[in-house]
């Protein structure tokens, strides 16, 4: 099978997300779906957002209150996480620019590991409302303009009470395998830009194999929630 017209969209993967690897399968099968519900809320990017107490310039708040507000010049980046159906969380994303995209996502169990596929959705006028902050830039988010052609994505989750851990798979230590004929797994290759194409089992094998390898994954995103 050869995949057109999806040379672009890997590229923008380098400059936006460290190289993230697309797959034309999700990763997840009906039995290997969770739903862990410590993932429903609303969570912010690490640093992106200033926590702020007391009045601080506002004599009229009282001054154990307690607030956040944007960190500088650029938005918070925030994952909002709602109950799709019974095994799918529906993920509304801003990134720092104020930019909203929606993503249908579902938490995988493999080997007592959690794994996030995310597949984009078009989302509704009111679920970009809902993330709405003054000015925000109604262009492509940077997360779904890497989801321009239906893929999906993968993530290890990690998390400890109400910090998340976002770990996205490494696109560099993955094409190198398959350069190097390290790993065998059904992939296209497009003038040395490369995209998954085994299917769902296939997929959790290789991601069972590789779980414990931390140069399966790229930078960590770390979220800390901010509501329930």
């Known amino acids: ?25 999700p990763l997840y099968t009906e039995d290997k779906l969770v739903f862990p519900t410590e993932l429903l809320g609303t969570f912010v990017a690490d640093g992106s957002l200033e926590i ?5 310039g506002h004599p009229g708040v009282p001054l154990d209150t307690v607030w956040f507000q944007p960190r ?24 720092g620019q104020g930019r909203c995209a929606s993503f249908e996502t ?14 984009p959705t078009d989302p509704e006028s009111e679920e970009k409302e809902l993330l709405f902050f003054p000015g925000q830039d109604p262009g492509l988010n940077d997360f779904l303009v890497f989801h321009l052609l239906p893929v999906h994505t993968f993530a290890r989750l990690d998390w400890k ?5 976002i770990h996205l798979f490494d696109y560099d230590y993955i094409t190198d395998l398959l350069r190097e004929k390290r790993v065998r797994i059904r992939h296209e290759n ?14 959790q094998k290789f991601v069972e194999k590789y779980a414990d390898d931390e140069r399966l994954f790229s930078s960590e995103i770390v979220l800390h929630r901010v509501a329930p």
């Open 161 to 165: 009470g109400d910090t998340l851990r």
């Open 52 to 56: 702020v107490q007391g009045r601080q």
């Open 190 to 203: 497009q003038d040395g830009q490369y995209i998954l194409t085994a299917p769902p089992r296939e997929l």
């Open 1 to 25: 099978m050869k995949i057109r017209h999806w040379k672009f969209v890997v590229l923008f993967a380098f400059a936006l997300f460290g190289g993230c690897i697309p797959s034309i399968h």
């Open 72 to 95: 500088g010049d650029k938005f918070p980046e925030i994952w909002h996480f709602e109950r799709w159906d019974e095994n799918t969380f529906h993920l509304v994303y801003q990134d």
């Open 106 to 119: 579902h938490v995988v169990e493999l080997d007592g590991k959690l794994f996030l596929d995310f597949f």
